[in-house]
């Protein structure tokens, strides 16, 4: 089976653009969720999908959006990027919703932001 | 508030054992994962306790007493390849998952 695939990889943006990260679930995973690491907050959640509806979101601001796909793909949009949305972006999957003890995440998208 | 504490660095020898601690201070209790990840990769799922006592997965235990709002993580026969930051996890009330910070484990021959 395949894993968690996020891309891109990596990405530079300046200060004022936006950015549209994907992540393709594990296969028969219906639950997307998606999370900020940097240095000095760690891991945080952004947001987490499942059957397309978006059923958690974290403490961040509306700039940060997302969406899930009927095939269970999901897109994190952010607008109007700030130097602190420098960061790893993470996605993870699970085959159900709610208190997922077990997540399985991809490698990431390293966003700069200039 | 929520949170889980670690610590951020712990430093052990080739072949020995480490434990790496977490206390969390939480708005109900609804288990504690534990994950691994190594630099530039993706976290990885190492263990789950959601009572209290030991869990064992090969070379890897972790161990939770709820009463103290405390865990730990247990690497046995520890190998070069286990350098890497170690993260515990939670969930509270609105089944938001919190995690730790992260440990740094660094590994001597």
């Given at each position: 089976k395949a894993g968690v695939t996020q891309t891109p990889r990596y990405l530079i943006k300046t200060r004022g653009q936006q950015v549209t990260l994907s992540c393709s679930p594990i296969s028969g995973h219906r639950s997307?969720?998606?999370?900020?690491?940097?240095?000095?907050?760690?891991?945080?959640?952004?947001?987490?999908?499942?059957?397309?509806?978006?059923?958690?979101?974290?403490?961040f601001p509306g700039r940060f959006s997302g969406r899930q796909f009927?095939?269970?793909?999901?897109?994190?949009?952010?607008?109007?990027?700030?130097?602190?949305?420098?960061?790893?972006?993470?996605?993870?999957?699970?085959?159900?919703?709610?208190?997922?003890?077990?997540?399985?995440?991809?490698?990431?998208?390293?966003?700069?932001?200039? | 508030g929520q949170s889980l504490e670690q610590p951020s660095e712990v430093t052990?020898?080739?072949g020995a054992i480490v434990q790496i601690n977490c206390t969390y201070q939480t708005s109900g209790f609804y288990g504690l994962s534990w994950y691994q990840q190594h630099d530039g990769g993706a976290p990885t799922f190492l263990s789950y306790n959601a009572l209290d006592g030991l869990?064992?997965?090969?070379?890897?235990?972790?161990?939770?007493?709820?009463?103290?709002?405390?865990?730990?993580?247990?690497?046995q026969e520890?190998?070069?390849?286990?350098?890497?930051?170690?993260?515990?996890?939670?969930?509270?009330?609105?089944?938001?998952?919190i995690f730790?910070?992260?440990?740094?484990?660094?590994?001597?021959?």
């Open positions: 997307v969720s998606w999370y900020q690491q940097t240095p000095g907050q760690g891991l945080q959640f952004l947001f987490e999908y499942f059957s397309e509806t978006q059923r958690n979101k974290g403490n009927s095939n269970s793909r999901s897109e994190m949009n952010v607008s109007t990027l700030e130097l602190g949305d420098s960061a790893l972006y993470l996605c993870a999957s699970s085959p159900l919703t709610g208190r997922n003890e077990k997540l399985f995440f991809g490698s990431g998208t390293q966003l700069s932001v200039l | 052990a020898v080739e869990e064992e997965t090969g070379r890897f235990s972790s161990f939770l007493s709820r009463s103290d709002s405390y865990g730990y993580l247990l690497l520890l190998q070069m390849k286990d350098s890497a930051s170690y993260f515990c996890a939670t969930h509270n009330r609105d089944d938001k998952i730790g910070k992260g440990t740094r484990l660094h590994i001597l021959p």
